[in-house]
């Protein structure tokens, strides 16, 4: 149990570093799910286009929310979004800083899916092979055969051993054309999605560098403070429910020395520990109220400087008048006259 506790707090820790692992298990696992699926297409005119961009487009944003969901800054950041005004305001640079780090991370899967999928060529041949130019790769000519049939002709090109259009155009002919059109675009968006990660990575903070550190600050403390304020309360959850417990027991102590005429027991030490840990707050209406104004009203964001004890010469009373000192010249003229 201890090892789990462990590793949990070192992953709480490196939440960033364990977030770019799973961002990175993910994107090795879309690439397994693609090569690992069994793509058949239709094959027919009016299946094959809903099917290939279906392929193309629905696994990734299937992947983009698992990896918010797997964030676990959603929550947090749907939490500083609904929460009333309050004594603090809400930054909207703060919020935009943190949506685009979980969403940098979330879209490295399905990047890696639309990629794999146009470099292999297969969702593109059958979503647009119907579309095939057959007056420039094969023979428009070909007689005794309608728009339609031509179309149904050509949307079986994916499933060779259905195919019986070599005399409108060869088979091979057809994918190798489709095929290099999606590696193309493929390599495009490849392309794409890493001139725009260098810029988001690299050229944004070069730009507005304080605005930068600014809501990155103020991002982790949004994160940091929630994980204190959950601290915070399992700690006095534990120590009301110990206190509860031994004043229960307490109570039953005491009446059962009274019924058998023996002295209570002393209560343990560590009863008194326990409830130095509740704050103050000792009962279920006053922790329903706490949540609730933490909740609609969080405290402003400016520490007061602690009150001066009392007493001690520390406030309250007069102080003694603090003279500048005097400089060495004046002693020792005052001392030569002397």
């Not at 027919?44 to 696994?59: D, F």
């Not at 155009?169 to 493929?186: D, F, H, K, T």
Request: glycine letters at 6%.
């Amino acid at each position: 149990m201890d090892k789990f506790r462990m590793i949990f707090q070192f992953l709480q820790s490196n939440q960033e570093s364990f977030m770019n692992g799973i961002c990175g298990i993910m994107a090795l696992a879309s690439a397994q799910m693609y090569s690992a699926f069994d793509f058949n297409c239709p094959c027919l005119p009016r299946y094959n286009l809903a099917y290939g961009l279906g392929i193309l487009l629905v696994p990734p944003f299937i992947l983009l929310l698992l990896g918010f969901v797997l964030n676990n800054n959603v929550s947090m950041l749907a939490e500083e979004w609904r929460r009333p005004q309050g004594q603090r305001g809400k930054d909207p640079a703060v919020l935009r800083y943190m949506f685009c780090s979980m969403a940098q991370r979330a879209m490295i899967a399905p990047a890696v899916w639309v990629s794999v999928t146009l470099l292999d060529g297969k969702c593109i041949t059958c979503a647009f092979c119907t579309s095939v130019p057959v007056e420039t790769l094969g023979n428009a000519s070909h007689p005794g055969l309608s728009q339609g049939e031509m179309k149904r002709v050509l949307a079986r090109i994916p499933c060779k051993e259905i195919y019986d259009g070599q005399e409108l155009i060869a088979n091979e002919v057809a994918i190798r054309y489709l095929r290099c059109i999606s590696q193309a675009l493929g390599w495009c968006f490849v392309l794409l999605m890493t001139m725009l990660a260098f810029l988001v990575r690299s050229l944004r903070p070069c730009f507005t560098q304080a605005a930068f550190l600014k809501s990155r600050y103020w991002s982790h403390y949004i994160d940091i403070e929630r994980k204190l304020f959950d601290e915070t309360c399992a700690e006095h959850a534990r120590s009301f429910a110990k206190v509860c417990i031994q004043q229960f027991f307490e109570g039953m102590s005491t009446d059962l020395a009274a019924a058998h005429r023996h002295p209570p027991r002393k209560a343990p030490a560590d009863a008194g520990e326990a409830a130095e840990k509740l704050l103050g707050i000792i009962d279920q209406g006053t922790m329903n109220t706490a949540l609730k104004s933490w909740h609609r009203c969080k405290p402003p964001l400016h520490l007061h400087p602690p009150a001066l004890p009392s007493g001690n010469g520390w406030a309250g009373e007069e102080q003694p008048p603090v003279h500048p000192p005097v400089p060495r010249r004046e002693m020792a003229a005052y001392y030569s006259r002397v």
